[in-house]
């Protein structure tokens, strides 16, 4: 019932900029927290940052510093910043929901490559 939509992926070259965005849809009262993972040829998914709705953030150690995370609640949406990118970025990245009673829905995920 909550629908997740993507957009922002592509090729970046290394030390620079890339933001994603993830436009909810469906019954977007009932969702709370939302995130972002990714995804690596021959790794487990991994979760890069997450958001709440009351804008309390969580980062990876990996991304943290770099990264940002921000959601426009007016407009259903969420926003990976992505800053000072590295070709260890290069993954897909998903857009994660959590809507009442704390069920998951996923975004269809979207390829980040960063090339050195």
């Known amino acids: 019932q909550v629908q997740l939509v993507e957009s922002g992926g592509g090729l970046v070259q290394a030390g620079g900029s890339r933001r994603l965005s993830c436009a909810a849809s469906g019954n977007i009262f009932k969702i709370g927290v939302m995130g972002w993972y990714r995804q690596a040829p021959g790794k487990q998914r991994e979760l890069v940052a997450s958001i709440t709705r009351g804008r309390s953030t969580n980062y990876a150690d990996s991304v943290k510093g770099r990264f940002t995370i921000s959601r426009d609640n007016a407009k259903n949406t969420v926003y990976l910043q992505m800053n000072s990118l590295k070709p260890e970025d290069t993954a897909v990245y998903y857009c994660?929901?959590?809507?009442?009673?704390?069920?998951?829905?996923w975004g269809q995920g979207t390829q980040v490559t960063v090339s050195s």
């Open positions: 994660r929901a959590l809507a009442d009673p704390n069920i998951p829905y």
